[in-house]
């Protein structure tokens, strides 16, 4: 039985890769098939430095294990080395410069999720920082473990275009499971949606996801099915560009709170109780690295909107309605006159990507990547 340590970052925000590591640490907990522990690396711009605490596995240290962070980093080192763990698992690229920081026969792991955030809105200190620790990750990790076949031949060609930096000894891609409360949610085929009054749209309000081509169609569909009750309901995982998207309601007549609801951080259970009962889900990123809400869209019963522009994986998308902007308004109309769930095949297609499957699969690769080793 193998020793994992899993570097987590803050699990406090229910976005994407906080997400993917809550879920997969609670399965690898559930399976038990090796003794698993787990740090919290917080996210905090402080001069303090506090000690790493047993009770809570919390570390906390400077801007995301930066080099400002020497001090933080090197005690996580000793007690890492203390602890004896054979495996170290970052779930996260941004934390990449704590590999520099581990015991050369520790087996360094990192889960990779895209190449966007070399391409956010990023700019000073933050973005020099995020490319150091994005690099660091690739060049220090023994394995990487690819979300999406998309993710991986983005990978793979990343790695062709520049043969001179050391290739890790395994890359393999392993889907994401949804949330087990969206596997157990029971679908009703048949049920009748002619009284939702809702469209939903779940993520950040990055520039990326397109969200003011979202507003854009519900501001078109709520007036074209003359729907007064029509309602826009999106959830977020942080507050970012908030202003920017009030300014959008108001060019477009709409108003937060009435016609477009947003939920910050909000918990699985209030989104699921809404996605269930929508006409459909609009998913309008320009690129993703996996598209988690659009398979917990799908596993709910409710139809999935893309944009045939979209770069995303096609294990995720292909069970969507992808259209062009023009047609997505004709699709939520005819969602809305004519409302009905998915069929069967689809909803148990999305409830495949269960982390009780994904996790025998990560503990797959840790067994191979420590077998070569030794």
């Keep these: 039985m193998m020793k994992i340590l899993l570097l987590l970052p803050s699990m406090k925000i229910n976005d994407g890769v906080n997400r993917y590591s809550k879920d997969l640490l609670n399965s690898l907990l559930y399976n038990n098939a090796h003794k698993v522990g787990f ?31 020497l001090i933080p980093n090197l005690r996580l080192r000793h007690l890492i080395k203390q602890s004896n763990y054979e495996i170290v698992h970052l779930t996260a690229p941004y934390l990449g410069y704590f590999l520099n920081y581990l015991e050369n026969d520790t087996i360094k792991i990192i889960t990779w999720y895209d190449f966007l955030e070399f391409s956010k809105e990023h700019n000073g200190l933050r973005r020099i920082f995020t490319r150091i620790s ?7 990790c ?32 392993i889907n994401p499971g949804i949330n087990q409360k969206f596997v157990d949610y029971k679908v009703n085929i048949n049920q009748d949606r002619r009284d939702f009054v809702f469209i939903g749209r779940i993520g950040y ?10 507003l854009k169609n519900f501001s078109l569909v709520k007036r074209l099915s003359e729907r007064s009750d029509l309602k826009l309901y999106v959830f977020s995982p942080s507050k970012n560009s908030l202003s920017l998207i009030v300014n959008e309601l108001n060019s477009l007549g709409l108003k937060l709170g009435k016609d477009v609801i947003i939920h910050f951080n909000a918990t699985d259970e209030t989104i699921i109780n809404v996605l269930s009962k929508a006409y ?25 909107i893309t944009l045939k522009d979209a770069d995303i994986p096609e294990e995720v998308v292909k069970y969507t309605y992808q259209e062009t902007y023009e047609s997505s308004i ?18 148990e297609y999305a409830k495949s990507f269960n982390w009780k ?17 030794r």
Excluded at 205 to 214: E, G, T
Excluded at 332 to 341: D, F, S, T, V, Y
């Design 205 to 214: 309000l990055a520039q990326y996801k397109r969200f003011p081509l979202v």
């Design 280 to 304: 459909a889900l609009l998913h309008f990123s320009k690129a993703e690295g996996f598209g988690l809400p659009i398979l917990e869209s799908l596993s709910l019963g409710t139809p999935v």
């Design 142 to 173: 023994d394995g990487i473990i690819c979300i999406s076949s998309t993710v991986k031949r983005q990978l793979e060609e990343f790695f062709k275009r520049n043969p001179s930096i050391r290739r890790p000894q395994k890359i393999e891609m």
């Design 330 to 347: 004709d699709r939520m109309l005819e969602l809305i006159r004519n409302p009905k769930g998915l069929p069967k095949y689809i909803v």
């Design 134 to 140: 994005y690099f660091n990750a690739l060049t220090h």
């Design 357 to 373: 499957r994904k996790s025998e699969e990560v503990i797959k690769f840790y067994d191979d990547l420590f077998t070569s080793s």
């Design 39 to 69: 740090i919290e690396i917080y996210n905090l711009i402080d001069l303090s430095i506090l000690e790493s605490t047993t009770a809570n596995n919390t570390f906390r240290g400077l801007i995301y294990g930066t080099p400002l962070s």
